[in-house]
T-cell receptor, first 114, second 110 residues
């Protein structure tokens, strides 16, 4: 079955530690995205990548880093510089074409900083 | 810039009809998405409107007016399982950036 996987589903980290969230897709999509969702708020774009070895900052990139070495994978690192990292993180992929860019989402990772 | 407004919460009765409104101010507008998101889960695609008018898909319909920067999602014959957040999102620019609203939390009551 094609889809997007994120692991782990729940993640706990101590303040001051870096942590990497996994995102893998087998949909053969070119574009991949990372969003953050806080209670009562919409999805906010952290980083996106339109093609392998290329990525761009979204609206709230500070304190985060990404890599796109393979088409299938787009890991997100939450660094100690991110002041409020506790949130629900969603990865998505798409094939933007002809004015249509449906986002296919993974199940999400809920990160809690202790 | 991008600005999307939708009500924070709504309550409706099982079997009834509910309309969730969304207004937007988006430069380079391409189209508008509606997604459904149950608590703690990923959003799932409901509809995408590019042209003005109403598009019907089963119990769900979505309307768009580009000149007014306005859309609504219409849910008919409400079921308890329709209790969820409904996210309005715009697609804009050559890159086709998707910008999400804060979502409308719908509670369906018996």
């Amino acid at each position: 079955d094609g889809g997007i996987t994120q692991s782990p589903k729940y993640l706990f980290r101590k303040e001051g530690q870096n942590v990497t969230l996994s995102c893998e897709q087998n949909l053969n999509h070119d574009a991949m995205y990372w969003y953050r969702q806080d209670p009562g708020q919409g999805l906010r774009l952290i980083y996106y990548s339109q093609i392998v070895n290329d990525f761009q900052k979204g609206d709230i990139a500070e304190g985060y880093s990404v890599s796109r070495e393979k088409k299938e994978s787009f890991p997100l690192t939450v660094t100690s510089a991110q002041k409020n990292p506790t949130a629900f993180y969603l990865c998505a992929s798409s094939i933007p074409s002809g004015g249509f860019n449906e986002q296919f989402f993974g199940p999400g990772t809920r990160l809690t900083v202790l | 810039g991008q600005n999307i407004d939708q009500p924070t919460e709504m309550t409706a009765t099982e079997g009834a009809i509910v309309q969730i409104n969304c207004t937007y101010q988006t430069s380079g507008f391409n189209g508008l998405f509606w997604y459904q998101q149950h608590a703690g889960e990923a959003p799932t695609f409901l509809s995408y409107n590019v042209l003005d008018g109403l598009e019907e898909k089963g119990r769900f319909s979505s309307f768009l007016s580009r000149s007014k920067g306005y859309s609504y999602l219409l849910l008919k014959e409400l079921q308890m399982k329709d209790s969820a957040s409904y996210l309005c999102a715009t697609n804009s620019g050559g890159y086709q950036k998707v910008t999400f609203g804060t979502g409308t939390k719908l509670q369906v009551i018996p």
